[in-house]
T-cell receptor
Framework: AQSVTQLGSHVSVSEGALVLLRCNYSSSVPPYLFWYVQYPNQGLQLLLKYTSAATLVKGINGFEAEFKKSETSFHLTKPSAHMSDAAEYFCAVSGAGGGNKLTFGTGTQLKVEL | GAVVSQHPSRVICKSGTSVKIECRSLDFQATTMFWYRQFPKKSLMLMATSNEGSKATYEQGVEKDKFLINHASLTLSTLTVTSAHPEDSSFYIC??????????????FGPGTRLTVL
């Protein structure tokens, strides 16, 4: 079985500040991990994914995430927040046991303030 | 590339009627499509996995006779909500996986369909 926990349903940062969105996973097999972003009334857009290659993954829009097996974490970061980053962010996991079925976390709403 | 469309983007219907939502992969062939439901301010809940030419696999608790899924071609899957009730009102999102990429291949998401049942 797989699961994802996103700590903090709401995160607020100032424009230009560091963005840190937390994700911890549970998986009985080596996981594939994903971060998606969702803007209001839209579908999901892939930000980045970890598929057992490099542990530090760079994605679109300046985001990156580091896979830490010892901490079972895959936190999303961005050095400098922009107003356009305000959105809902979802962490997801898939693994060989579940085929390519994704299990999503509960999401984190990012608010960026001036 | 890897664009997925959904139609309609928004639909309002009366209680008791049926509504069909289409999910299309526009520039690739998708052996597998997934249907999700998202409640307001909530995460995505997988409803079913649909493989081209075979019956959909429904997640536990999802009524297969209520939510009919058809995946007749490598570019089209449909979700029909039968005898819709207000509690079926939700945001429905589909996704598609590229054919031939094996396990854990990326899913590409459609823009979603907002269903409101009066």
């Amino acid at each position: 079985a797989q699961s994802v926990t996103q700590l903090g349903s709401h995160v607020s940062v100032s424009e230009g500040a560091l963005v840190l969105l937390r994700c911890n996973y549970s998986s009985s097999v080596p996981p594939y991990l994903f971060w998606y972003v969702q803007y209001p009334n839209q579908g999901l857009q892939l930000l980045l994914k970890y598929t057992s290659a490099a542990t530090l993954v760079k994605g679109i829009n300046g985001f990156e995430a580091e896979f830490k097996k010892s901490e079972t974490s895959f936190h999303l970061t961005k050095p400098s927040a922009h107003m356009s980053d305000a959105a809902e962010y979802f962490c997801a996991v898939s693994g060989a046991g579940g085929g390519n079925k994704l299990t999503f976390g509960t999401g984190t709403q990012l608010k960026v303030e001036l | 590339g890897a664009v997925v469309s959904q139609h309609p983007s928004r639909v309002i219907c009366k209680s008791g009627t049926s509504v069909k939502i289409e999910c299309r992969s526009l520039d690739f062939q998708a052996t597998t499509m997934f249907w999700y439901r998202q409640f307001p301010k909530k995460s995505l809940m997988l409803m079913a996995t649909s493989n081209e030419g075979s019956k959909a696999t429904y997640e536990q608790g999802v009524e297969k006779d209520k939510f009919l899924i058809n995946h007749a071609s490598l570019t089209l899957s449909t979700l029909t909500v039968t005898s819709a009730h207000p509690e079926d009102s939700s945001f429905y999102i589909c996704s598609a996986s590229l054919a031939g990429q094996g396990l854990n291949n990326e899913q590409f998401f459609g823009p979603g369909t907002r269903l409101t049942v009066l």
